[in-house]
């Protein structure tokens, strides 16, 4: 059996928290730890609910250069100790590399979401220049 939720029955009007930032200046790294990607964190408020999180932004390195990303919420990796990894193929070649993912429901109260990445050699760079932009997002799913 299934049921029809209306707007006047057990329908939660109230929005959940959201933030977002399009960043501006390129980004570049030879971490091959996991860093703060700057300008990619989040404040959020949130009840006891899970959040989205996701990035869509341009990436270029060096041929054979892996990147990876990941995302913290209050410091604790999201998408495990591997996140999030792909290859450069081509030298110099741009690549739209977004993902979205669900966190867990986290305790109510603030929370600090944070985009990170690393490469395993050389240099890899997020772009931010006249033809391209990045958007980072969070919000409360209620």
């Known amino acids: ?11 939660d009007t109230n929005l959940g928290s959201a933030r977002a930032v399009l960043t501006s200046g390129s980004v570049s790294t030879t971490s091959t730890s996991l860093v703060d990607i700057a300008g990619h964190t989040v404040t959020i408020a949130t009840g006891a609910n899970p959040i ?12 054979n250069v892996y990147f990876t990303f ?3 919420i209050d410091g604790a990796l999201q998408l495990g100790s591997q996140g ?5 193929t081509t030298a110099s070649y741009n690549h739209i590399v977004s993902y979205q993912a669900l ?4 305790s109510a109260g603030n929370h600090t979401i944070k985009q990170q990445f690393s490469v ?6 997020i772009l931010n220049d006249t033809y391209t932009s990045t958007i ?6 209620r």
């Open 70 to 72: 990941n995302i913290t």
């Open 84 to 88: 999030i990894s792909y290859r450069q």
């Open 52 to 63: 989205v999180y996701g990035v869509a932004q341009t990436a270029r390195a060096d041929a």
């Open 136 to 141: 980072f997002y969070a919000y409360e799913v």
């Open 1 to 11: 059996m299934s049921s029809i939720i209306r707007g006047d029955d057990n329908f």
């Open 120 to 125: 395993n050699t050389g240099s890899g760079l």
């Open 103 to 106: 966190s867990a429901p986290l």
